[in-house]
């Protein structure tokens, strides 16, 4: 009988392992990893270990982080008893939970995937339940928390077709990772299907990013812009990457007047220095007021305050192929949406949004020009298609119970 390749993974895992301080290090001079916490990256905490059962949640950057802070809230609520863990694994999406995890949910950094640091995380905290999103499948983790009896839920389960084309490469490894998990909630029919072909089992559809609640805004710093903005129509450009920043400002600049301001807030904050420079605009992390025709917020955790001050909100990702960012964000606070024609990452739930309504695509330059000129010059069209936004994104929210009553036969375990 040939061995399993995860047998090999195991194994390459185990003589690599020695070398990863080093790398770890060497991340961490480059700003890829948080200096004073490496040790929580290979297993090592000074956390104590709080008495009860712990349930352990991993999402592992800031997308996957933030979609899971609904499941947090509810389990936090509905189980005060329990212990919780949220692991991420970029610098980026800790310092995004710092700012909103509950009191008392604990925040380590993920442990890398090798034997020896897997087996210090999993002796340190014992997990009764594991709780990964998206398609975070590390082999040794799932295979170490699975033999000790660790119940382990996939959620909001995204399989792209070529990730399960690189999983169907080692078909028996496929089965061992995906018939690992007591429960699976895919994100949509095409991953239930390939879940299913690699030899998991899954069950009703779930996707974290259409549940929760709206993002979070400071009353009074709201209170400040709109004083700022002085009655200025406002269009948001969320999440914009290299190549779409053109597109937008092209689209406004044609558009403009006098009364209409561009707020810009790149997917990647540290790029907001080199598009205030580029465009002329005023700058968020400067502490510059928005009194241009552009400003860019290049902050982080403040998106909230950015969409309820917007009156038209285009999402980016659309158009620089990356297949478009959650448009339940703007939905939530109901705010018309208009994005590029590359929405794949979340084809559900913009078609649902197309056919209410809600959302327009536009192709380029000249057609996105053309739909700010209609929702600008007729705010009652954007007020509609701002509640029919809203009205779906609350829709949203019933999956969310569901996914909980699922879980509970895997808490009560």
Same mark, same amino acid.
């Given at each position: 009988?040939?061995?399993?390749?995860?047998?090999?993974?195991?194994?390459?895992?185990?003589?690599?392992?020695?070398?990863?301080?080093?790398?770890?290090?060497?991340?961490?001079?480059? &700003?890829?990893?948080?200096?004073?916490?490496?040790?929580?990256?290979?297993?090592?905490?000074?956390?104590?270990?709080?008495?009860?059962?712990?349930?352990?949640?991993? =999402?592992?950057?800031?997308?996957?982080?933030?979609?899971?802070?609904?499941?947090?809230?509810?389990?936090?609520?509905?189980?005060?008893?329990?212990?919780?863990?949220?692991?991420?694994?970029?610098?980026?999406?800790?310092?995004? +939970?710092?700012?909103?995890?509950?009191?008392?949910?604990?925040?380590?950094?993920?442990?890398?995937?090798?034997?020896?640091?897997?087996?210090?995380?999993?002796?340190?905290?014992?997990? *009764?339940?594991?709780?990964?999103?998206?398609?975070?499948?590390? %082999? #040794?983790?799932?295979?170490? /928390?699975?033999?000790? =009896?660790?119940?382990?839920?996939?959620?909001?389960?995204?399989?792209?077709?070529?990730?399960?084309?690189?999983?169907?490469?080692?078909?028996?490894?496929?089965?061992?990772?995906?018939?690992?998990?007591?429960?699976?909630?895919?994100?949509?029919?095409?991953? /239930?299907?390939?879940?299913?072909?690699?030899?998991?089992?899954?069950?009703?559809?779930?996707?974290?990013?259409?549940?929760?609640?709206?993002? %979070?805004?400071?009353?009074?710093?709201?209170?400040?812009?709109?004083?700022?903005?002085?009655?200025?129509?406002?269009?948001?450009?969320?999440?914009?990457?290299?190549?779409?920043?053109?597109?937008?400002?092209?689209?406004?600049?044609?558009?403009?007047?006098?009364?209409? +301001?561009?707020?810009?807030?790149?997917?990647?904050?540290?790029?907001?220095?080199?598009?205030?420079?580029?465009?002329?605009?005023?700058?968020?992390?400067? =502490?510059?007021? %928005?009194?241009?025709?552009?400003?860019?917020?290049?902050?982080?955790?403040?998106?909230?305050?950015?969409?309820?001050?917007?009156?038209?909100?285009?999402? &980016? &990702?659309?158009?620089?192929?990356?297949?478009?960012? #959650?448009?339940?964000?703007?939905?939530?606070?109901?705010?018309?949406?208009?994005?590029?024609?590359?929405?794949?990452?979340?084809?559900?739930?913009?078609?649902?949004?197309?056919?209410?309504?809600?959302?327009?695509?536009?192709?380029?330059?000249?057609?996105?020009?053309?739909?700010?000129?209609?929702?600008?010059?007729?705010?009652?069209?954007?007020?509609?298609?701002?509640?029919?936004?809203? *009205?779906?994104?609350?829709?949203?929210?019933?999956?969310?119970?569901?996914?909980? /009553?699922?879980?509970? %036969?895997?808490?009560? /375990?």
């Amino acid at each position: 009988m040939r061995p399993s390749p995860l047998a090999f993974y195991g194994v390459l895992t185990a003589l690599l392992e020695p070398l990863a301080p080093m790398l770890l290090r060497r991340r961490a001079a480059r &700003g890829k990893e948080d200096a004073a916490r490496l040790d929580e990256r290979l297993g090592r905490t000074t956390r104590p270990r709080p008495d009860g059962r712990l349930v352990w949640l991993h =999402g592992v950057s800031v997308g996957e982080a933030m979609s899971l802070l609904p499941l947090v809230a509810a389990l936090h609520a509905a189980r005060p008893e329990l212990v919780l863990l949220v692991t991420s694994g970029t610098r980026t999406a800790a310092e995004m +939970l710092a700012r909103r995890l509950p009191d008392g949910v604990i925040h380590q950094y993920a442990p890398i995937d090798a034997p020896r640091t897997v087996k210090r995380f999993l002796d340190h905290w014992r997990p *009764s339940l594991a709780i990964f999103v998206e398609s975070e499948l590390w %082999p #040794n983790l799932i295979q170490d /928390a699975h033999a000790r =009896g660790v119940k382990l839920a996939l959620v909001s389960a995204r399989i792209t077709e070529g990730t399960a084309r690189n999983w169907r490469r080692f078909p028996v490894a496929a089965h061992e990772i995906f018939s690992s998990f007591d429960l699976i909630l895919p994100q949509d029919d095409a991953t /239930a299907g390939r879940v299913r072909r690699l030899g998991g089992s899954p069950g009703a559809k779930l996707n974290l990013k259409l549940a929760g609640e709206p993002l %979070p805004a400071d009353e009074a710093e709201l209170a400040r812009l709109r004083e700022a903005c002085a009655g200025r129509k406002v269009v948001l450009a969320a999440s914009t990457h290299p190549g779409e920043d053109e597109i937008v400002v092209g689209a406004f600049r044609s558009v403009a007047e006098a009364d209409t +301001l561009l707020i810009l807030a790149p997917r990647h904050p540290e790029r907001g220095l080199d598009l205030a420079a580029r465009f002329a605009a005023t700058r968020r992390a400067a =502490g510059e007021a %928005p009194s241009g025709a552009i400003h860019v917020a290049d902050t982080l955790g403040e998106l909230g305050l950015f969409f309820r001050l917007a009156d038209v909100v285009v999402m &980016g &990702g659309g158009w620089a192929g990356v297949g478009g960012h #959650n448009p339940l964000e703007p939905a939530r606070i109901g705010r018309p949406i208009l994005t590029g024609p590359n929405v794949s990452n979340a084809a559900e739930p913009y078609a649902d949004l197309f056919a209410e309504a809600a959302a327009i695509a536009a192709a380029d330059t000249e057609a996105l020009a053309r739909h700010l000129r209609g929702l600008l010059g007729n705010p009652a069209i954007g007020r509609r298609m701002g509640e029919a936004a809203l *009205s779906y994104a609350s829709r949203q929210s019933a999956a969310l119970d569901d996914a909980l /009553a699922r879980l509970e %036969p895997l808490l009560a /375990a």
